[in-house]
């Protein structure tokens, strides 16, 4: 492959990989602004008021958002919002390869003696068990603590990040975080928040009640991903800025910092 259409493509997938990003993370962040609206609704309603209603004004008109507890349509007539989790990964997964897989910005051999074939089964190492052990953690007790899991959380990035920083390139080691953070964005989506909205939706059209705690679990994977978005972008940029992140001699704190603020400006967002 020439280096002009090497060029091409990797510009071509990062506009599909940031755009399709751009409306994920958008849907997402708008749909726990409105879950929040309607909580501080529901909070001051009396138990005889109708179900509370957000009002909105955009572009040429004003619009009305009612939170329903029971379908009132076919489920063919309800939208998903699904499809732009799987693009954003996919998009990022072949960036990935072929930047880093195909490309020569994988290893380092000033930070460790190892061969390209073993820097790639440690990425894609990193990434598989980074959902794995996110994904055990949630569904064991301690998922069930936010204190508790928050702090597991760190000392784990904080583990899994030194360790990438000691293996990788400086720039494939933050790329990597970014890329195992996105994947477990996209596999709350798809293997934890659909199949719920799935089973939610079949009880209601069956005229059944639904399990509370499916939506619950949904609602807090996807407050998950809504204080993963904000450290992926910035662990994105970084490339952009070695100096100051990757080519760091405090790279690993630099990463650890963005990592919070990014926490720390996901709550502001959501609250705001």
Request: a positive charge.
């Amino acid at each position: 492959m020439s280096s002009s259409i090497r060029e091409w493509l990797n510009l071509a997938v990062r506009w599909f990989h940031a755009f399709a990003g751009i409306m994920w993370v958008g849907q997402t962040y708008y749909f726990t602004w409105l879950d929040r609206q309607f909580g501080l609704l529901e909070a001051k309603a009396s138990k005889d008021e109708e179900a509370p209603t957000v009002w909105m004004v955009h572009s040429g008109g004003f619009y009305t958002v009612e939170k329903q507890k029971s379908l009132g349509v076919s489920a063919r007539q309800v939208h998903w919002f699904r499809w732009e989790a799987a693009m954003t990964w996919l998009g990022g997964m072949v960036l990935l390869v072929l930047v880093y897989y195909l490309g020569s910005g994988l290893i380092d051999p000033d930070v460790a003696d190892i061969s390209k074939r073993t820097g790639i089964a440690i990425g894609v190492g990193s990434i598989v068990l980074g959902w794995l052990i996110y994904d055990g953690a949630m569904l064991s007790p301690l998922g069930k603590s936010q204190p508790g899991f928050l702090v597991f959380a760190f000392v784990l990035i904080a583990a899994v990040s030194w360790s990438l920083l000691h293996l990788l390139s400086g720039r494939a080691a933050y790329i990597h975080m970014g890329a195992i953070f996105g994947t477990i964005m996209t596999a709350n989506v798809w293997s934890r928040i659909l199949p719920a909205q799935r089973k939610m939706i079949a009880a209601a059209a069956a005229g059944q009640k639904f399990d509370m705690a499916l939506g619950a679990q949904a609602k807090l994977r996807s407050k998950h991903n809504t204080f993963l978005a904000v450290p992926v972008v910035f662990l994105m940029l970084s490339n952009h800025y070695p100096v100051a992140t990757y080519g760091s001699r405090y790279a690993w704190t630099v990463m650890l910092v963005l990592i919070l603020m990014g926490w720390v400006a996901a709550k502001v967002i959501r609250e705001s």
